[in-house]
């Protein structure tokens, strides 16, 4: 993989996490996301969480791919903003992308078969306890330094979100039952 930033190591151990940029070299194919960083791990150490961009990286090789930072972030629902606007700005930009959806579950994919296999992807790979997450997050935010209107903003799609996953699971589960 190529790295055309390369932060040092002191940089990452001051922030929470970043926003990044992997690159399929071949296809020039593109898969923002965000993470959060765990005291001295290293940068190349970490290749991206989106079963798509995985996968072409198992397929092709990671030769064929470049890694950048995008940006830094100071907290959770920091990265959740900064990685769903530049999530937003790829697909405004019509640059072929590996991005299916981001975290408050706008959906960002192409055919209905990306959408149903992201849909199937997340059902199976979510914890049925499934306010855990939403819960945590609501917590978290209540005592960050952003404004209250955008805290509001923010609540309001965690418990969108809680709500969507309920829903999905609850179809899910009465589609098995029916067999």
Known sequence: MNYPTN????????????????????????YIGMHQHVKGERWRDYLGSGFRIQDEQVFLGRDFFSKELVCWTKSRIDAEIK????????????TPHYNISNFDGALYA?????IQAMTAFRL?????????????RLQSITSSDLP???????QLRIIE????????????KRSIAAG
Do not use: C, M
């Open 7 to 30: 932060p040092s190591q002191v940089v990452l151990d001051a922030n929470f996490g970043y926003i990044y940029r992997i690159t399929n070299t071949l296809t020039g194919f593109v």
């Open 161 to 172: 979100e809680a709500i969507a996953l309920k829903t999905a699971r609850q179809i899910l």
């Open 148 to 154: 209250d209107a955008d805290i509001f903003d923010v």
């Open 110 to 114: 192409t055919t209905p078969e990306q």
């Open 83 to 94: 990685e769903a606007t530049h999530i937003t700005r790829l697909v405004q930009s019509d």
């Open 124 to 136: 199976s790979h979510e914890s049925w306890n499934f306010l855990t997450p939403q819960r945590y």
